[in-house]
């Protein structure tokens, strides 16, 4: 990606807008990953700014031949995730509050539908295995590639793909409790 | 060699992410089709909740302003720290006293005073901020001025929530964080400056103790002064609460509680200064 190389470079030299390039590609990644952890908007928000306040304090000291620069930005996200947790001395919960944002402003019939599909698959998240869900979240909640996933968990592509595929078999029979929208093989 | 289900998967997915639908992905692997069918279908129903979770735009813009501040004083503030030349501070310093002479001269700057955004005095009152700000002789003066303008932000929310402008209030609040964001840089270029100083002094002064302990009230002062300012905005906030719109006291609240944050973040970096 020498494209993101190369902002990831001027970021580090100290070039605002090339900061705020990859601010706008990952921001919303970050909190949506954060966010499917804890369920709740305040603590993603919080979390979330201050992964980016983490990141900017130790940017001069990323280099990218070791890691590709999403994976070290959430391997920022995970740590602080966990922190949090670890701080509040409690478990990932499973309750998701009111955080569907759409452009087009739409009925509230709509929205309430989205929410309980959200709070659904949230609560069908919850309930896979610790490092069936970071692969889950990583991969479809921040759209990194099997790669990045790896390089952000510490661990080998090959574990990652089948946590992913042990992950999706356990969402999708979840999904079948959850309602009628599956039908057996 | 046949390869695993779970190569094939994540090869789907890929495709998937980049455009492609379940079915060219089917015709690509017939023997695993029945299967792969069933885990697509259920990785696009989490990957369309995942895509509904987004980020409040104002929460977003916010956050911008908080990393901005912390970003100028990192790179820009430490650099233009030793570069700009004393004449051009003092030049500057000149000829913001005479716009603030003109300015004062007009009736303008004290009629502006209680202007609102969208008012007509409104631009004069954000220009007679800027001439304080540069005629701020020293980095705990311009602390106490972003703290006060930080206040009329608050304030100014209150009255445009009265007036139902939503727009308004999410830009304001936007404006409040910045304006804090500032006191802490403030504070931190303060630091920059005296460890540098420190670091090119010959040796310890009798006086340095005094220094320190002057400095320390300075830090306390401004703790103070940010928690009295935190107390007046929410107390001005609470009550434009009650008298808003209802439409408008959902995101009021909202607003209400972040802006209570951006002073305890606030308060917690210069309380974390001070114990240094």
Known sequence: MPVEKDIVSRAIKGDAEAFAELYEKYFGKIYRFIYLRTGNQTEAEDIAQEVFAKALEAIGSYRWRDIPFASWLFRIAHNQVVDHFRKQGKVERVELEDNVVAADEPSPALVAERRFELEELRANISKLSPAQREVITLRFGAELSIAEVAEALRKNTGTVKALQYNGIVALRKLMMGDSQRWTER | MDRKI?????????????GETIEDCLDAYPGEASEL?????ASCVVMRGCAAIQPAPAFKARTWHYLEAIFRDRFEGVRSA????????AWTMAMAGVLLVLFSCVAVVAASTNALPDEFLYPAKLAAEQVRMTLALSDLGEAKLHLEFAERRA????EVAQQGKADRLLVLAGQVAEHLGEVCVAEEMKEVAEEASAALAPAPSLSAGTERSDEGTEVEE????????REESLEALEDALARAPEALKPILRR??????????????????????
């Open chain 2, 6 to 18: 779970e190569d094939i998967l994540d090869e789907c997915l890929d495709r998937t992410f980049a």
């Open chain 2, 37 to 41: 069918a069933l885990l697509l279908e």
């Open chain 2, 82 to 89: 030793g570069v700009v030349p004393i004449w051009r501070r």
């Open chain 2, 155 to 158: 304030y100014e929310m209150g």
């Open chain 2, 222 to 229: 401004l703790g103070t002064l940010l928690s009295q300012s």
């Open chain 2, 255 to 276: 607003t209400i509680e972040s802006v209570a944050k951006d002073y305890d973040r606030t308060i917690s970096i210069i309380e974390s200064g001070s114990n240094q």
